[in-house]
């Protein structure tokens, strides 16, 4: 065979795509055929007609792959990967993601919605319009449009064009939300769907991207030093504005209160309380005071920023707290009277309360976070480093943990009945179990596949202690499961040694396969121990936490949010407390066995020691979830702790990038959330296959993992392109 | 066959204080004699150098003073800080860890730090890291003060970021504190390697070739840097070397070594014409059958992680 090498490349690249493209046509779609029948499926795809369309990707893509090097160069050029990021998030939110709640529509989305809505006379014909009743298909015409006029700018360089594009972008954007808004207080239900505000970003990504394709000529986006201008020019100024623009979206659009039929915006709230005995300050915020406080807010959080004076930051920090404050009494007043009122069944405070208020909250979060990065800005001196300090990239880090803080407080609440249960039990609790787990993984760099056991130790520990297993504790032990944390702590603590003592001589695989050996230890004791863990019916009726502290009375229990507010604390303690735990010694020690553990022990290091303690570290934060996880669902049993959740945590980690706390959270709360994400979206049994495709495709493109480790990302791509701007050295008088 | 055995006093020192007492040390790995009944003793404040062909058994004797390995027979007595009493590092509790062994992170406690032959840095920690690390296990504060950000960790934090710094300057990377260990060039990689084994206080550093693998201009700097060690830092350095010139020019006594035996100990001016050591470099037509016939090259023994003893002794 004398095949000149290239065109043999060709053909075998040619070959691997449209194979690609047959397998993508047997994964999308319903399962067909029996278990017996294997080759139903294959055989259903490959006759099926849309096998076509698949093979026409697998084309697409082996041109995009042979004639990378033609198309690469308008791909860097600047406002390119704005576009294309805008142009993926609006297609998510025109294909997955739901645009309404109400069980009118089946399915939710944007396309059943559309027929829906089109068909639909007492529908305003500028919101039906946009929905398609003039053309069909409107939205997916709007965005190709978009698109490929941004493209064309983009290729042309046409300023025009691209100021066109721009324009029309937002123009479609608002329009899609307002349309979106309209038909949902047609339907009058309570609206928690996303597709909206999705597209309505992705739509502001494209804008920005033609608007940067119609300013800027060169060849070559600079991404990296655009993002740290923006975020270096005045720190803090970024969250300032995105603040402004979730207030204004809060303040004018965004429900407020959704009982029974009426889904009032902020201009509506007076009216529907008036006479309904709101308090003097509550009926003032509603009517004008709110937007007194907003404005001043936004005015101090710019200055503070923008000016970087202390008092203006401080002001802009008690105001947005104070304001925070403010917005949630007059949230509890008014849906108190709603509760009395009993709309919906309603029977007290903080029910039927829209995403509005909510939102406002977020946006009074992040014009304090302004003031405070704008505070930290200005005292950020390193002593110890007389002459040089890093700049770290940090101004935008201390952004996103800004925006993710306001996040996690205020969305949960909008979010619906479901999603809640699962922000609790599912991705809250695997995060907590991320962090501990990072630490023994990522940070000392030991393999555990046996975590789960921890979390088993506290589950029973507080089942012990609050006296639900067969085995009672003596009377002074008797504790609510909030007190049983400590105790969780210390029992995790002696198990993650005992563990760990025998255990550390053993290397890699060979420790893996011990705590494997660990964890199904403890389950089968769980199951066969029938006098002490009443065996495989596990245990029931643990209580739920309660805080009785002198006036101080907190029930746990009614509602998911209640658990989800008590792990958030648990959480932002442990990472608190973990973050610190990385950059001291100890955490330069683990860093130093992972790396060298020759090198570590002929530098002092008792690696023993240090080992032991990652071990001991991450199982006391494995059995606080453990407390937690027995007490919010009340029942445990043998079942919650197989050898499948333990290798989940593992993959939760990786995916995220080891040794990154960010990316341990990151990581876990993706991996936790896209199981119940798909269950929209394709047939449930095809779940697991769909996330098996997304992590498979992570460690093939990302492998260091969504948010890598600064002390992890080198060993794994290698020396030559980590001179980051994390490790930029710079004279101490500019290091700001 | 005990060719010369001079015992050179340092040049300055009238009666000098012992800080390794070596008697007598044989190592063996299965059959094979890696150490054979060596005996030295080093001297505090001197640059003693180990040189000997490939194979010798320097590297092993590296690590058994270090408690990589542990010798089958024979003595080492250590008292590496000024002051210490001499102690055998391998029959009291001191430097025994959890196992009953030699620890090495105690021997590096009780003040000894070393280089490694193939460099053996942290590369995912900074420069600067790399060296705090070193620094901080003379510290106290544990996880707990770490964690709640107490006073005095916040000090000891201050105070090893201060010494890391110090320690830069002296070894002249300060340039490069924020840049990844692993992305330094080789010598400057050779330098951050002292430079860490200096951070931990010690009293003797044991340098395992230095030198390897850096060119003329940088051979030069580091022996102006193993003298400034030596002379203002007042640490007793025991070197491996190759490079003759080198060890000539800073060494102020020689040990040199054949199959695991020692032939020839003195200053560099005796050992440069001792017919022993010639004969070890250059090769004799049919002399020295003993060393011949009795000991073999040992196993590679640069790589500790391949090392029989180094399997058991890992904790």
Request: net charge neutral; aromatic share 8%; with cysteine.
């Amino acid at each position: 065979m004398r095949n000149s090498g290239l065109f043999n490349d060709h053909v075998k690249r040619l070959l691997g795509c449209l194979a690609g493209g047959v397998v993508l046509a047997l994964m999308v779609g319903n399962q067909e055929g029996v278990q017996r029948d294997f080759g139903y499926a294959f055989r259903a795809a490959i006759f099926s007609p849309r096998l076509v369309v698949f093979l026409g990707f697998g084309l697409a893509l082996f041109v995009a792959i042979t004639y990378w090097s033609r198309i690469s160069p308008y791909f860097v050029r600047p406002g390119a990967r704005p576009l294309a990021a805008g142009a993926a998030a609006v297609v998510a939110s025109y294909g997955l993601l739901h645009w309404t709640d109400s069980n009118q529509v089946t399915g939710g989305k944007l396309g059943a919605l559309s027929s829906a809505v089109s068909g639909t006379d007492g529908i305003s014909s500028f919101t039906r319009t946009f929905f398609g009743s003039v053309v069909p298909g409107t939205p997916w015409l709007l965005l190709v449009v978009v698109v490929a006029l941004g493209v064309v700018s983009l290729v042309l360089r046409l300023p025009v064009l691209a100021w066109l594009a721009a324009g029309l972008g937002l123009l479609v954007g608002v329009w899609g939300y307002i349309a979106q808004s309209a038909v949902s207080d047609y339907l009058k239900t309570a609206d928690h769907s996303t597709g909206a505000q999705v597209a309505i970003l992705g739509y502001a990504a494209i804008a920005s991207g033609c608007f940067v394709i119609a300013r800027s000529q060169t060849d070559q986006a600079d991404t990296v030093g655009f993002i740290e201008r923006v975020f270096g020019w005045r720190p803090g100024f970024p969250l300032a504005v995105l603040g402004t623009a979730v207030g204004l979206v809060a303040l004018l659009t965004a429900t407020w209160f959704s009982p029974a039929d009426r889904n009032p915006h902020l201009s509506g709230m007076t009216n529907l309380f008036s006479g309904e005995g709101l308090s003097a300050i509550s009926s003032a915020y509603l009517s004008w005071l709110v937007w007194v406080i907003f404005v001043v807010a936004l005015a101090l959080a710019f200055a503070a920023t923008y000016l970087s004076r202390q008092a203006f930051s401080w002001a802009s920090i008690v105001i947005g707290l104070g304001a925070v404050v403010l917005t949630l009494t007059t949230m509890h007043e008014f849906s108190s009277i709603g509760g009395k009122s009993g709309f919906d069944g309603a029977n007290g405070p903080w029910q039927n309360i829209g995403a509005g208020p909510w939102m406002l909250c977020g946006a009074f979060t992040m014009f304090a976070g302004a003031g405070w990065i704008a505070l930290r800005q200005g005292r950020r001196v390193d002593p110890a480093a007389p002459t040089v300090v890093a700049k770290a990239g940090s101004n935008l880090n201390q952004v996103l943990i800004i925006v993710v803080l306001a996040g996690a407080l205020f969305y949960p609440p909008t979010a619906t009945q479901f999603w809640q249960t699962v922000i609790v039990a599912e991705i809250g609790i695997y995060v907590l179990l991320a962090i501990g787990l990072n630490v023994v993984v990522g940070w000392a760099g030991l393999l555990d596949l046996g975590f789960i056991a921890f979390y088993a130790i506290g589950s029973y520990t507080t089942a012990y202690l609050t006296g639900t297993l067969p085995i009672k504790p003596p009377d002074w032990l008797h504790l609510t499961p909030l007190a049983a944390i400590p105790f969780a702590i210390v029992i995790c603590l002696l198990a993650g040694l005992a563990l760990g003592a025998p255990t550390l001589r053993l290397r890699g695989d060979y420790l893996a396969i011990v705590t494997l050996g660990f964890g199904e230890i403890i389950r089968i004791v769980a199951v066969n121990a029938d006098k002490v863990t009443n065996g495989p019916k596990g245990a029931f009726g643990i209580p739920q936490p309660v805080i009785h502290l002198g006036p101080i009375h907190i029930q746990w229990g009614q509602s998911a949010l209640q658990f989800w507010y008590l792990l958030l604390v648990l959480i932002g303690v442990t990472v608190l407390l973990f973050n610190r735990l990385e950059h001291s010694r100890l955490g330069r020690a683990w860093a130093a066995i992972r790396e060298d553990e020759v090198a570590a022990q002929a530098t002092g290091i008792n690696t023993t020691r240090v080992k032991l303690l990652a071990f001991a570290i991450g199982a006391s934060t494995s059995g606080v979830a453990g407390v937690f996880f027995a007490s919010q669902i009340g029942y445990i049993n043998p079942d919650n702790f197989l050898l499948n959740n333990s290798i989940l945590v593992v993959a939760y980690v990786v995916f995220g990038g080891m040794g990154s706390l960010p990316g341990a959270i990151a990581g876990a709360a993706t991996l936790t959330w896209l199981p119940e994400f798909l269950k929209d979206q394709v047939p449930a049994e095809d779940r697991q296959m769909w996330i098996g495709a997304v992590i498979l495709l992570m460690m093939i493109f990302r492998p260091a993992g969504l948010i890598p480790a600064k002390r992890r990302a080198a060993e794994l791509s290698g020396f030559d392109g980590v001179k980051s701007a994390e490790t930029v050295a710079v004279p101490a008088g500019e290091g700001m | 066959m005990t060719a010369v055995t001079s015992t050179a006093p340092e040049p300055t020192a009238t009666n000098p204080e012992v800080v390794y007492d070596v008697k007598d040390v044989t190592l063996r790995f299965g059959g094979v004699t890696s150490l054979n009944k060596v005996s030295l003793q080093m001297h505090r404040g001197e640059i003693l150098a180990v040189i000997g062909p490939n194979g010798a058994g320097k590297t092993s004797l590296f690590n058994s003073l270090t408690g990589v390995y542990t010798p089958q027979e024979g003595s080492i007595m250590l008292a590496a800080r000024k002051g210490d009493e001499l102690t055998s590092i391998l029959h009291d509790p001191r430097f025994y860890g959890a196992r009953k062994s030699t620890a090495t992170h105690l021997i590096n406690r009780h003040g000894v730090a070393r280089t490694f032959q193939n460099i053996r840095l942290f590369p995912a920690l900074t420069a600067l890291e790399n060296i705090k690390v070193g620094v901080e296990t003379r510290q106290k504060s544990g996880p707990v003060s770490a964690m709640l950000g107490m006073p005095w960790q916040r000090r000891e934090e201050r105070e090893s970021t201060e010494r890391a710094y110090e320690l830069l300057r002296f070894v002249g990377l300060t340039a490069r504190a924020n840049d990844l260990a692993g992305a330094l060039a080789y010598g400057e990689q050779r330098r951050l390697e002292i430079a860490r084994a200096l951070g931990t206080e010690p009293g003797v550093i044991l340098l395992d070739e230095p030198a390897a693998g850096t060119n003329p201009a940088e051979k030069r700097e580091l022996a102006e840097l193993i003298r400034r060690i030596n002379v203002e830092d007042n640490v007793s350095v025991l070197l491996i070397e190759h490079d003759m010139k080198l060890v000539m020019s800073i060494a102020h006594r020689l040990v040199v070594l054949n199959f695991g035996e020692k032939i020839a100990e003195g200053k560099p001016a005796d050992i440069q014409r001792n017919p022993a050591v010639i004969a070890a470099y250059l090769g004799t037509t049919n002399d020295e059958p003993e060393a011949a016939t009795t000991a073999q090259p040992e196993p590679n023994t640069t790589d500790l992680d391949s090392g029989p003893a180094a399997e058991g002794d890992e904790s």
